[in-house]
């Protein structure tokens, strides 16, 4: 993920100011399936809620690392992970705001929202998003194993697999009025390491 999503019918990249209210969310048909499970939560220290085990990469505008729930039943409620184990692992992607451009974090709020939106099995999945000190934190679904480039060559049967996974999400998404922009062996990633995973997720 980073600045590959946007509405397809919009002349304008970003989308205009999220609702606050309930009524307002109501009012402009911002309240969806996953409107509980994706959270904006600001001024909160992301790491009092999430242990990092490992860097997993790292780049110009941030990184990207392993990390897993605490638990914690006295945390606010508004902090509290959708997942209740903590044995739950997830990738906890860092962005600066003082290394990109105003037209750059303009674009990433823009995609956040479309994002939060997204209901797919074949979609990486976001589920918080936390925001402080210059910085935004974004929670999402962990895929250990690797991207396309992960297991070539493929068999006729295994690419056959792989895009109708990939077709489908597709064909959601422009139902959805958005397009990716960046489809790529990089953005297409497996769940696990197994080899018999057939789960696949597009970044």
């Known amino acids: ?85 903590n044995q739950e692992v997830f990738a906890l992607k860092q962005i600066m705001l003082d290394r990109i451009s105003k037209e750059f974090l303009d674009e990433l709020r823009n995609e956040i929202d479309i994002l939060r939106k997204m209901d797919h099995p074949n979609i990486i999945k976001a589920y918080e998003t936390f925001e402080r000190k210059h910085k935004i934190f974004i929670v999402m679904e962990y895929c250990s194993g690797g991207d396309l480039y992960a297991r070539t060559p493929y068999s006729e049967r295994e690419a056959a697999k792989i895009i109708v996974k990939l077709l489908s999400a597709i064909s959601y998404m422009h139902k959805s009025g958005v397009v990716h922009r960046d489809l790529k062996f990089e953005n297409i990633m497996f769940e696990s390491k197994s080899p018999d995973s057939v789960g696949l997720q597009l970044v």
């Open 1 to 85: 993920m980073g600045t590959i999503l946007s509405k397809c019918k919009s002349k304008e990249s970003v989308i205009p100011a999220t609702p606050t209210t309930y009524e307002e969310k109501v009012a402009s048909n911002e309240l969806g399936i996953r409107e509980n499970i994706v959270r904006s939560i600001n001024g909160v220290n992301v790491f009092e809620h999430y242990d990092v085990i490992r860097v997993v990469g790292e780049g110009s505008m941030g990184s990207i690392s392993e990390v897993r729930r605490r638990v914690d039943k006295h945390a606010p409620a508004q902090v509290r992970s959708p997942k209740s184990s």
